[in-house]
């Protein structure tokens, strides 16, 4: 998702935020000269957002800043996640941001915990423009942040390991170098990471960041199974309607509890007001941790359910594609219309020989 920079944000009086904004304070103080600031308190050096603006505004030295919270704008629902997944944590918190940049979001969610909580924590980030990878470090250290807590991959995230090419630098917008939304398919081979291999030494993951430019449903779908047993909550930036489809499909396959669900290039209806979106956003929560704990067997058969219905619509889809790309009264329409009704009056919808039946084809269909 694209990033974006403001000194203060600000929003409209007559609405509410969600409530999950009450638990932070928003932060006012000193500003040091070349840094901005949001309500956590998170610095950035404002020359990390400077060659993205046509006009940057001037950063003057020592000035005192009352923040705000976010805007209602895209990244809103991100805040969301992030901060939910925040004070939700028990224990050890462990998030992964995938396409960190300069670390952006684990930066924010470290200053969120570290205001709430004195948990344990391991934040990992994985980025492969080599700029934007030293960066990290750099922003982490000017937030105060331990840096023991934190573990860095120089890599880009695909669905299985090995070196592949990549958009680096002025490579990807002529003339900005600094440029935000490098992705796959460039000249400058990097080395590539799966989520398997990234999910392995880990027990749980509160919370899985990823915003890896149109890697995302490949790499995502590779790891599904390594993602369901590990992960508690995602949060994933979306390149292209194909994408947004393809991973609703997958989660609801999952069983997933969907939080928000919006497309890109569009604009939605929200709590909020209206919003727009260039990149897509989904949000998704594991019932396998729910709290209070839900029964596995419960949880067993919430996922089946979902994975049944998901499976229900995606046969539907088939068949009307089916159906559509046979010329009316054509011989195999005419096959295809028979064998539909011969299905309805053998196995009337809703019956368990229905259910039989689409189980054994299920089974057998290519």
């Known amino acids: 998702m694209n990033q974006r920079v403001s000194q203060v944000r600000t929003t409209d009086a007559q609405t509410s935020h969600h409530p999950i904004f009450n638990r932070f304070p928003r932060w006012e103080g000193i500003v040091p000269d070349g840094f901005i600031v949001n309500f956590l ?142 992705a796959i398919g460039g000249p400058q081979l990097v080395d590539a990471v799966s989520l398997a291999t990234l999910l392995k030494p880990f027990c749980v993951v509160d919370l899985l960041h990823v915003d890896i430019q149109g890697a995302e449903l490949e790499a995502l779908q590779a790891g599904a199974s390594e993602l369901d047993q590990k992960v508690k909550r995602i949060c994933v930036g979306t390149h292209s309607q194909s994408i947004d ?48 704990p839900v029964d596995e067997t419960e949880i067993l058969m919430l996922k089946l359910e979902a994975s049944r219905v998901e499976g229900a619509r995606l046969f539907a889809e088939l068949e009307r594609a089916r159906e559509v790309s046979l010329p009316p009264g054509s011989l195999g329409w005419k096959l295809f219309q028979r064998a539909r009704g011969l299905r309805a009056s053998v196995a009337p919808m809703g019956t368990r020989r229905r259910k039989l039946l689409d189980s054994v084809l299920g089974r057998v269909r290519p």
């Open 41 to 182: 308190g998170v610095m950035s050096r404002a020359y990390y957002w400077q060659p993205l603006l046509d006009n940057p505004p001037p950063y003057p030295s020592d000035r005192y800043v009352k923040t705000d919270y976010p805007s209602f704008d895209s990244q809103y629902f991100e805040w969301i996640a992030v901060l939910e997944a925040v004070t939700a944590a028990r224990k050890h918190f462990v998030m992964f941001e995938l396409g960190a940049g300069y670390g952006y979001w684990i930066t924010n969610a470290a200053a969120a915990l570290r205001l709430i909580s004195n948990l344990p924590h391991t934040f990992l980030a994985v980025e492969a423009e080599p700029t934007h990878f030293e960066w990290i470090t750099q922003h982490w250290a000017d937030n105060r942040l331990d840096p023991g807590g934190l573990q860095r991959i120089e890599a880009a995230v695909t669905a299985r390991d090995g070196k592949i090419g990549f958009h680096v630098g002025k490579d990807s917008q002529p003339g900005n170098s600094d440029a935000f939304g490098q």
């Open 245 to 292: 489809e393809g991973l609703r499909s997958l989660f609801a396959r999952l069983g997933w509890q969907c939080l928000c669900a919006m497309p890109c290039l569009s604009t939605s209806q929200t709590e909020w007001g209206p919003i727009s979106f260039h990149d897509g956003m989904q949000s998704w929560f594991n019932p396998a941790y729910s709290e209070p």
